[in-house]
DNA sequence: ATGACGATGCACT
DNA sequence: GTGCATCGTCATG
């Protein structure tokens, strides 16, 4: 399956599947162990009013970036998916392993698992920032490369007030370089 | 023109 | 666990 086809899926399962992909700019990255998915329907969704100046790569092809800003003060990434317009994966925690020198400047941290363990620290330590909103992720400066996971863990998303019934926050089980454990499985 | 409110992170208790 | 910084975006007048 390439890259379109694998994109071109409910951003539910594509958020799953991202598990264990590795992301870069500029050489910058680590591998994906934290998403959310966000669906054109959903209320929680940027894109669930319509299209904006603030959300039109939402409504672009996949693969591309969406950058906004978060509490006027963060930057978060995400990745455009679906099988139609609207569709995105919040990509919420790295696990640090290309530029980790970098990062550490960046992010005026020592600890790998504090570097990308949240959708505006991995902005931080990659440097995303709206420049970058609309970009391509599988072309320079960007990178996006498969890779598996060791199993994967679903929630309820965070920091939402609609839309927070649904179970649509995935990590990699056990990763240490979550933003927040998961609820604990009953 | 103006006001309300975040898909957050960090310091502090 | 609680509080707050800080400002772009959108809805309203």
Redesign the pocket.
Known sequence: MDLEAFLTRHPTIVARELIGWTVTLDGVGGRIVET?A?HHEDP????F?GR????AAMFGPVGRAYVY??????W?L?LVCGEGPGD?V?LRALEPTAGVTLMRER?GLDEAR?LCS?????CQALAVTRAHDGLAMDHAPFALAPGANAGVAVGP?????RGADLPWRFGEAGSRFL?RPFPKAR
């Open positions: 959310e966000y929680a969704s940027h894109s009013s904006t100046a603030r959300n800003r978060s509490y006027g003060i963060h978060c995400n995105a919040l992010r504090a949240g959708p505006g620290k991995l998303r965070i920091g939402i007030s933003s």
